[in-house]
């Protein structure tokens, strides 16, 4: 990348050095140690390089060689030891102890944890099958919990190094609780027993429910592979690809390098894992070429940073979240993408509008001839339709060819793949190479989208069939990030190669080694990259399973309700800053892990006790979104102050000035909670009536987006008064709600008394749902209780229904009582929470059918009467085009 501009400082008024900045980046992702010794140096390369072809390995060529007698097919008992092995060990041999130790060297001490941590790792991977018999089956050795013990020991110390002390302190915590159960510093509600030494190691170590459970799974199944096909897209030269056809798209325009900055921060979210390597990466040309064009340290540093830390709630990696959210919530990755989509989305387009804002305020030059933001986003619209058109056009012929002659179909696409590759590096071959630029220049040169877009066509080849696989032949994410992967292979070693041939050039072995060589270093950048997730995947692990075999899980819900009073808005606020906290300090990955462990149901189940059905999806998007801005806010914000290690702003102000331009972030997981429709919940869009659906949601809310950021940023058309800010946000917030306006007029459910469940039920069509309200005494505090459950009408026989739902009923009296329903069955996990055999007995106290109600959109003329009414008083004072 270029210079930093006029460097960062460290709170001293030194400036850091390119160098610095990229020591930054390495100490928090990759590692900071570089030993001088070559053979050391081989070593942690060489293991770093096995990582990466181990876990290719494992995500599909196995099965294509699984019939050779000497290749063993590893299940998910051996390939996840294996996985924490090896980044157990690099942790200690790449990361140093302390800001102190040695970096050109590896003390005694961290070889010696190194090989004990690997050692406590390959002992799950080599006696599996003997654990399966003692530990799993509740019968540890007394060398197994020696050897969980250690492991736990030295995999918290790795956490340490690898990530900061945060999420080694909260695993520490959980822990204790865990052992202890009880104490002055444990409130009554969340008190227990306490479990033994022994119990709680074979948990966490020698079990699959702890360290070596789901979200190492994930780490190893889907992540790795992610985290590799962005490592080797960016050593292919994607990233500066990416950053130039954002200035050359946005540069123009007011305030032209901050818009870039966004848009190119979106497009390395969309492969990168990390909030600090995207701000550091993008950073380093875009802050100096914002504060070149007015832009203040802080506010420069503070506009990266919101838009490097958006990057990962977009998706398709979303720092890997989405991976977790399929695993943890139950449903298919396409349907986590889809729900994630829209709101992703409208953030970023909203931080464009307040970049824009920011420059009309302070009526900021153009880069150059200055351009229209609206003629670019029209270009922007043309540009995605015409590839949409192209796309379902791929579609129907490969459909097509697959039907006319189905044996020969794949190797004709092989073939037309490789053909669509040539062609594009004979394009990019007319071309000198991208260079990155340097901010710094006395002249700015802007890039020409005609003369950047050709030379890298090749690199959108990996993104589509990426997109391909995932979306159109319904693969897995392992799967699909498998084949990407494959493609990068091919790029990174012929790319150079072939472009030099069709220049004519004749040293075309020194452009394949070149190519290999990157290839290489791809592959281990991707691997070191990976040290710091898998370990927080291991470490949160032990987090998972503390909420599962303690009460933390299931009452943390009522702490939160008592602290509340009951108001369920209150609730909400509370779950955001609690998730906020627990975020402080984590990568992505950790973080999603941890306040969706403790958070995400006490949303469901606290929205259910007040009435309002939340999906689990969005609580899981929620607690995420909440957990994501820890990088952000102070006093932790780890993005925050690589920004001002990049701008030279003061890193306090940058992250507070951050989290005022991340409001709408803030603001969204709220609106879905209340308006589920904004991640399009219950939307098909597999029907035509489904996309126009999904095309209205994504206007509406993307118009009240626009209207809430000039809200919250003072100016529209023209600097606001405050009454005009506070019709704007009345505006936004009606458009997002209007259902909430509604129901102040006209009730959205027909009550009915308990009774009549089952007449209600046999009378339904299928298709249609109920809402019903069970009450009863709380299991663990024996207190009244409700919650709001809701059933989906299928097409069982209507005689069956009631038996189908797994509820025992008894009427009695006037009244609905019930049993504890049966195991497995749809409302038994929902009811669990309920006291079944004490004296006061649980219930259905209301059946609720929807309303027929007038439209809610009725509610958008008068907001946008209002609207008009703030145009006209701003028109009066505008000086300046508002686009």
């Known amino acids: 990348m270029a210079g930093a501009g006029e460097g960062g400082r460290d709170g001293k008024g030194r400036a850091f050095s390119d160098d610095e900045l990229q020591d930054l980046v390495a100490s928090t992702d990759s590692g900071a140690r570089n030993p001088r010794s070559r053979a050391v140096a081989l070593l942690i390369a060489g293991l770093a390089l096995f990582w990466a072809l181990f876990q290719v390995w494992i995500a599909e060529p196995q099965f294509w060689f699984g019939q050779l007698p000497f290749v063993k097919i590893l299940g998910s008992d051996q390939t996840r030891p294996m996985h924490l092995a090896l980044a157990l060990a690099l942790a200690f041999l790449a990361y140093p102890a302390a800001k102190t130790s040695p970096r050109d060297y590896i003390p005694i001490y961290d070889w010696v944890l190194a090989v004990l941590g690997a050692g406590c790792a390959l002992y799950i991977f080599w006696f599996a099958g003997d654990l399966a018999n003692t530990a799993r089956s509740g019968l540890p050795t007394q060398s197994q919990i020696w050897v969980g013990a250690i492991g736990i020991l030295v995999l918290l110390e790795a956490s340490r190094r690898s990530l900061g002390p945060a999420l080694t302190v909260v695993a520490s915590i959980f822990l204790a609780y865990s052992y202890f159960g009880q104490g002055w510093l444990i409130p009554d509600l969340i008190a227990h027993q306490g479990r033994t030494f022994s119990s709680i190691v074979n948990t966490q170590w020698l079990s699959t429910e702890g360290v070596f459970g789901i979200p190492l799974g994930v780490s190893t199944a889907f992540v790795f592979l992610f985290v590799l096909f962005g490592s080797l897209l960016d050593k292919a030269g994607a990233g500066n690809y990416f950053i130039k056809m954002a200035f050359a798209g946005l540069g123009n325009l007011r305030g032209g390098p901050a818009k870039a900055a966004v848009v190119g921060s979106a497009a390395t979210g969309l492969i990168s894992g990390s909030s600090i390597a995207n701000v550091v990466t993008t950073g380093t040309f875009t802050i100096p070429l914002m504060k070149r064009v007015g832009f203040s340290a802080e506010k420069a540093g503070a506009v990266e940073v919101a838009s490097s830390v958006n990057g990962q709630i977009m998706p398709p990696v979303m720092g890997a979240a989405a991976f977790l959210m399929v695993e943890f919530i139950g449903i298919s990755y396409l349907d986590v993408i889809k729900h994630a989509f829209i709101p992703a989305i409208i953030s970023y387009i909203a931080l464009v509008y307040i970049v824009h804002l920011e420059a009309l305020k302070s009526e900021m ?16 619209f043309v540009g995605f339709a015409i590839a949409g058109v192209v796309f379902y056009g791929v579609i129907w012929a490969v459909q097509a060819l697959r039907a006319v002659a189905p044996g020969i179909a794949p190797l004709v696409l092989i073939v037309a793949v490789g053909v669509i590759y040539f062609l594009c590096l004979m394009v990019a071959s007319k071309r000198p190479d991208l260079e990155p630029d340097d901010p710094n220049a006395e002249q700015i040169k802007l890039p020409v989208m005609a003369e950047v877009v050709p030379t890298g066509l090749h690199y959108i080849l990996p993104i589509v069939v990426l997109v391909w696989y995932l979306m159109v032949e319904r693969q897995s994410p392992a799967k699909s990030a498998f ?177 005022f331009y991340s409001l709408r972030t803030v603001a969204l997981p709220f609106l879905f909670i209340y308006n589920p429709a904004l991640i399009l919940y219950g939307i098909d869009l597999g029907t035509a009536a489904g996309i126009l659906m999904a095309i209205k949601v994504f206007v509406v809310a993307t118009f009240a987006m626009l209207l809430f950021a000039a809200a919250t940023q003072g100016y529209f058309l023209a600097r606001s008064r405050w009454w005009e800010s506070a019709a704007l946000l009345l505006v936004a917030f009606t458009l997002f709600v209007p259902n909430f306006w509604l129901d102040r007029l006209q009730p959205a459910y027909v009550a009915e008394a308990g009774t009549e469940f089952e007449t209600a039920l046999t009378g339904a069509d299928e298709g249609d749902y109920l809402r019903f309200v069970v009450a009863g005494p709380d299991f663990t505090t024996g207190q009244p209780r409700s919650t709001t459950l809701v059933l989906d009408v299928d097409d069982t026989p209507p005689e069956g229904r009631v038996a189908a739902t797994g509820l025992f009923l008894m009427p009695e009296e006037g009244r609905l009582v019930m049993e504890e329903p049966l195991p497995a069955t749809p409302f038994s996990e929902a009811l669990q929470g309920f006291d079944f055999y004490g004296e006061q007995q649980v219930e259905i106290v209301s059946v609720q059918r929807p309303n027929d109600r007038l439209p809610q959109e009725l509610f958008y003329i008068p907001a946008l009467l209002l609207l008009g009414v703030v145009v006209m008083f701003q028109r009066r004072r505008q000086t300046t085009p508002a686009f």
């Open 483 to 659: 084949y990407a992967v494959l493609v990068m292979l091919v790029i990174l070693l012929t790319q150079k190669p072939i472009k030099a041939m069709l220049r004519g050039e004749s040293n075309l072995g020194a452009h394949l080694r070149s190519g290999f060589d990157d290839l290489i270093e791809g592959m281990i950048a991707g691997s070191r990259n990976m040290i710091g997730i898998a370990v927080a995947t291991g470490a949160a692990g032990i987090i998972v399973a503390t909420v599962t075999r303690t009460p933390i899980g299931t009452e943390l819900a009522g702490l939160v309700e008592l602290l509340s009073g009951g108001n369920l808005f209150l609730m909400l606020v509370l779950v955001g800053v609690f998730s906020l906290i627990l975020g402080l300090g984590l990568p992505t990955t950790a973080n999603y892990i941890v306040v969706s462990s403790l958070m995400a149901t006490v949303v469901v189940s606290l929205g259910a006790q007040e009435g309002l059905i939340i999906p689990l999806i969005a609580a899981h998007l929620f607690v995420f979104y909440f957990g994501i801005m820890a990088d952000v806010t102070p006093p932790v914000g780890l993005a925050s102050f690589a920004a001002a290690a990049v701008s030279g702003g003061d890193p306090i102000k940058t992250g507070f000035t951050a989290f």
């Open 365 to 380: 030059p153009a880069l150059g001839e200055s351009k229209s933001l609206l003629g670019m986003l029209l270009k922007v």
